[in-house]
T-cell receptor, first 116, second 114 residues
């Protein structure tokens, strides 16, 4: 499968614990996005990478959130001291630089986080 | 601030009929607009993109219109099938969107009954 993959698919954690999610984009895509989606809402933008550089962060990304893309390939999103309000689906998407991939974002299956 | 509204949370139609979904936006002049499909527990899947200088675009049974005067896009599925049942999301690139991050509507959940 050459699509975007995310790991884990589901994560249940207790409030106050730290969690880390991983995203592997389509290999030739240099642009990577993280979104958060809660029930009944559309995805909301969190942060954007071009290669290894984090170029934009949403105000939704509090100090407890950090994202990295160390070698310009896979990315990780860490949430420290989780709160119940962090429960959501975390989606990763990648985008290329030519053809349809110039505009279209390819989404992974998401990581569903439940904070108890 | 930029806002996108998909007027119907849910739309129920009979198989074979045409489904029409609406997307309105404010405080924005997008260069293009996209439609995605999302199935439960899955990530969105790109369907169609329409540019500001295009009035209409078609792909198989799908048709999208874009009226920049009304600030509205309509998404049509003709000869609908139960397999078309899903949530459909409208998305715009945010202002200064050289980064390409998308602003999504809440989505419309379409149910096609046999």
């Amino acid at each position: 499968d050459t699509g975007v993959s995310q790991d884990p698919r589901h994560k249940i954690t207790k409030r106050g614990q730290n969690v880390t999610f991983r995203c592997d984009p389509i290999s030739e895509h240099n642009r990577l996005y993280w979104y958060r989606q809660t029930l009944g809402q559309g995805p909301e933008f969190l942060t954007y990478f071009q290669n290894e550089a984090q170029l934009e962060k949403s105000r939704l990304l509090s100090d407890r959130f950090s994202a990295e893309r160390p070698k310009g390939s896979f990315s990780t999103l860490e949430i420290q001291r989780t709160e119940q309000g962090d429960s959501a689906m975390y989606l990763c998407a990648s985008r290329g630089t030519s053809g349809r991939a110039l505009y279209e974002q390819y989404f992974g299956p998401g990581t569903r986080l439940t904070v108890t | 601030s930029q806002k996108i509204e998909q007027n119907s949370e849910a739309l129920n139609i009979q198989e074979g009929k045409t489904a029409t979904l609406t997307c309105n936006y404010t405080n924005y002049s997008p260069a293009y607009l996209q439609w995605y499909r999302q199935d439960p527990g899955r990530g969105p899947v790109f369907l169609l993109l329409i540019r500001e200088n295009e009035k209409e675009k078609r792909k198989e049974r799908l048709k999208v219109t874009f009226d920049t005067t009304l600030k509205q896009s309509l998404f049509h599925i003709t000869a609908s099938q139960p397999a078309d049942s899903a949530t459909y999301l409208c998305a715009l690139t945010s202002t200064g969107g050289s980064q390409g991050n998308l602003i999504f509507g809440k989505g419309t959940k379409l149910s096609v009954k046999p």
